[in-house]
């Protein structure tokens, strides 16, 4: 019924505003169902390990295994969610791509808009929340260290400012959240942007 997705940098509490989200909406008796990219299915979960430890891919190699990712995860866990009415709440989609591997990796627009189209069938997200912090602070905060936390700290600036072009050149479905505010002001805001977004929709 509805595809919430949460995006940004390292470190920026993606995974804790989910958890509190998903809490919130099912208090409101909402079914919810939480997932995350890459790593949704049975698939993305061997395509992550590859991903995110080991030696370091071509760009265009790890293009497409994000995108292989996210093909099976519309295809097997979100299209099917909210073909049975639940609100979806994934931990990153189409515009970590755009942010990491055109702003990050350097890859050109047109290839990586034509493989999110293609990987996604054109499901686009509802309502998008960007968690914004320094690039410094964020790769404090992250708990396990992956390929990408160890990139330089330009990589991780380019894809902060990537970011901000998406958020600013869709601002009704990707809202800009400041993620250095405690947690429970960050999870406020969210709630009611969604109550919001949901209620507007039933009208
Ligand atoms: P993960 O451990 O899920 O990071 P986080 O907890 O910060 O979300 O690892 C996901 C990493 O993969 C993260 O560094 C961003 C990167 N990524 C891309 O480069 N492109 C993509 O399309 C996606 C979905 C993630």
Redesign the pocket.
């Known amino acids: 019924m509805m595809l919430i997705t949460f995006e940004?940098?390292?470190?920026?509490g993606?995974?804790t505003q989910i958890r509190l989200l998903e809490k919130y909406l099912a208090g409101l008796g909402k079914k919810v169902l939480s997932t995350?990219?890459?790593?949704g299915t049975e698939l993305g979960y061997q395509l992550?390990k590859i991903?995110?430890t080991g030696e370091k891919p071509d760009p265009l190699a790890?293009?497409l295994l994000?995108?292989a990712?996210?093909a099976e995860h519309v295809a097997k866990v979100i299209k099917p969610a909210l073909e049975k009415g639940r609100i979806v709440l994934s931990?990153?989609?189409?515009d970590?791509?755009v942010?990491?591997?055109i702003g990050?990796?350097g890859l050109s627009v047109k290839t990586v808009e034509f493989l999110n189209q293609l990987a996604s069938g054109g499901l686009k997200p509802d309502l998008t929340f960007l968690l914004d912090l320094p690039v410094e602070e964020g790769l404090k905060r992250?708990?396990?260290e992956?390929?990408?936390?160890r990139e330089e700290l330009s990589f991780h600036q380019r894809?902060r400012k990537m970011f901000l072009k998406i958020a600013a050149q869709d601002p009704k479905r990707v809202k800009v959240i400041d993620s250095t505010a405690p947690v429970t002001e960050v999870q406020e805001e969210i709630q009611k942007l969604c109550k919001a977004k949901i209620f507007g929709k039933r009208s």
Do not use: W
């Open positions: 940004g940098g390292e470190g920026s993606k995974s995350a990219e890459p790593g992550r991903l995110l790890e293009l994000f995108a990712d996210r931990d990153r989609y189409f970590s791509t942010a990491y591997q990050g990796r992250a708990l396990v992956t390929k990408f936390e894809v």
